[in-house]
């Protein structure tokens, strides 16, 4: 049974920092390239960053650029999201996602999803 399983959302001041872990199962992890999502009520759900299977490609959203940084662990099957500097606007529900393949692979699996709320 596929799994991916977020981890690490929670309550943070602005100005602060979380580390995001995704865990996954079911597959095999170091074939798939991973990305992690956000979403606010209302509003689309945005790319944050993404991640090669491997490891040695990465790519930010705009909103993110050198506030975050995403990596993997295949040994471990888990892909994290470290944000510092987080700002009001970083709130909302943060999924992970995989595709099989290159960088740019279609999703095939998605996490449930991790609340940040970003607040004094």
């Known amino acids: 049974q596929v799994q991916l399983v977020e981890s690490g959302g929670g309550l943070v001041q602005p100005g602060g920092s979380l580390r995001l872990s995704c865990a996954a199962s079911g597959f095999v992890f170091s074939n798939y390239a991973m990305r992690w999502f956000r979403q606010v009520p209302g509003k689309e759900r945005e790319l944050v960053a993404r991640i090669s299977a491997d490891g040695t490609t990465t790519y930010y959203g705009d909103a993110v650029e050198g506030r975050c940084t995403i990596s993997r662990d295949n040994s471990k099957n888990t892909m994290y999201l470290q944000m510092n500097s987080l700002k009001r606007e970083d709130t909302g529900v943060y999924f992970c996602?995989?595709?099989?393949?290159?960088?740019?692979?279609?999703?095939?699996?998605w996490g449930q999803g991790t609340q940040v709320t970003v607040s004094s």
């Open positions: 996602a995989a595709g099989c393949g290159d960088y740019e692979a279609p999703i095939d699996f």
